[in-house]
Each structure stands twice: as C-alpha cells, then as structure tokens.
C-alpha cells in the first residue's frame, strides 16, 4: 500500500502511471485527479478522483461507463480483463459461474445493453452473485436517466474500493 506522503510526491506522469486503472480503461480521471494534490488523506484523495468523475461532461461520462465490460461476460471467459475487474469478479464466484447461470448473465448483459447503450456495472465487492443477478433485474425496469446516475454512482463506490485496496489510510 501506498502512504499519501508517498502519492503526493509523486511526479503527474508516475501519478497517472499509477492509478490509470482506478477508472477502467480511463486514464483521464487520474490525470484530472493528480492535478488536486496534494491530499490531505486517503479518504481527500477518494473525493477527488469522485469529482473528476461527477465534473466530467456527459460525454465523457457515458464514455466511461461504455469502458467496463460485462459481468461474468466473454472478455472474463476469455481472461481479458484489467487485473482489478478480474480480481473483483473472482472474489464474488463469477469466474466459477455454471453454463446455464453464464447464459443468464449473458442474456441479461444483452438485455440491459441494448436497452441503456452501456454495460451493467456494478460495484461487486462484498456482493454474491445472486445479490448482483437481482440488481440486474431490478435494473432493468428503470428509466435511461436513472440508470444512468445508478451506473455513474456504482463506477464511484468501484472508485472508492480500488483506491481503498491500494492506499494507506
């Protein structure tokens, strides 16, 4: 783990370097967050990688959450994903799924895609797979702007846990 004495020290290029993933496969929002050191804390660094996100226009948003890939989906069958999704998806059993339970998160994959242009996401960590299969469902029935701000919030808390997994307090 990483004291903020540490990350504060940091050049911005080793900064980026360094927490590129906590977004997935968004590096912009940490060289926005480096620019707001230095941190008083962990939880000060938290905010600020929140706020890059919540600042951000629409476009960059909807493009963020259009970089997370699918739970339980062909790029983890595959072994294609970035080392904190594939982490957080095997701590919650979805790289064990059944092939009829893989089909149900495929179908619901499809399903919510089609009807919201972006991935489900959803911040696994301390979930089961049935807890995450009925937010899937639940999901479902809400409305594209609602999903949009439950999909931006659920990027947060994934933002919250990467840098809690890394970051001194």
Not at 146 to 151: D, P
Request: glycine share 4%; net charge negative.
């Amino acid at each position: 783990m990483m004291t903020i004495g540490h990350i504060n020290r940091l050049s911005p290029d080793d900064f980026i370097a360094t927490f590129a993933d906590i977004a997935e496969h968004s590096p912009w929002v940490a060289a926005r967050a480096a620019e707001r050191r230095p941190f008083s804390h962990r939880a000060a660094m938290v905010d600020a990688f929140q706020q890059v996100v919540r600042m951000a226009d629409e476009a960059e948003q909807f493009a963020l959450l259009r970089a997370h890939p699918d739970l339980a989906g062909r790029a983890a069958r595959a072994g294609q994903l970035t080392s904190d999704s594939a982490l957080e998806q095997k701590g919650v059993g979805l790289d064990t799924l059944s092939d009829d339970e893989f089909a149900r998160f495929h179908t619901l994959n499809e399903d919510y895609r089609s009807r919201f242009g972006i991935p489900f996401i959803y911040a696994v960590k301390g979930a089961t797979k049935h807890d995450i299969l009925a937010a899937f469902e639940a999901r479902l029935n809400a409305t594209q702007c609602e999903e949009f701000m439950t999909a931006l919030t659920q990027v947060l808390r994934i933002i919250r846990f990467r840098l809690t997994d890394r970051v001194a307090d």
